[in-house]
């Protein structure tokens, strides 16, 4: 499975953006598939991630700002973001989880800049 992420821009706060991550293969065998994002000088960090029941978990960063979801028909995992911060400026990565044998798929980041 390859991933594709997209949607990523220059947004000013308080804006929204979706981001999507497509997948070369079905992501109906994924355990789960979650977002992560890397800010300048930081560490890669967990966003949120959804299983293949719709089970759902974010970051409390996220809580209540954006929402995951995945459209298993489509092969795609979306992010949507609202009420954007500064602090939400970071290029995010989606990944892919198998449990057997486990694995992680990772797609290329897109940037998001949120400005003030």
């Known amino acids: 499975v390859q991933l594709q992420a997209s949607g990523g821009g220059l947004v000013q706060a308080g804006g929204s953006l979706r981001l999507s991550c497509a997948a070369s293969?079905?992501?109906?065998?994924?355990?789960?598939m979650g977002w992560y994002r890397q800010a300048p000088g930081k560490q890669r960090s967990f966003v949120a991630l959804i299983t293949t029941d719709g089970v759902t978990k974010y970051a409390d960063s996220a809580n209540d700002r954006f929402t995951i979801s995945r459209d298993n028909a489509k092969n795609t995992l979306y992010l949507q973001m609202n009420s954007l911060k500064p602090e939400d400026t970071a290029v995010y990565y989606c990944n892919g989880a198998l449990l057997k044998p486990p694995y992680v798929y990772w797609g290329q980041g897109t940037p998001v800049t949120v400005s003030s």
């Open positions: 293969g079905s992501i109906f065998s994924l355990n789960s």
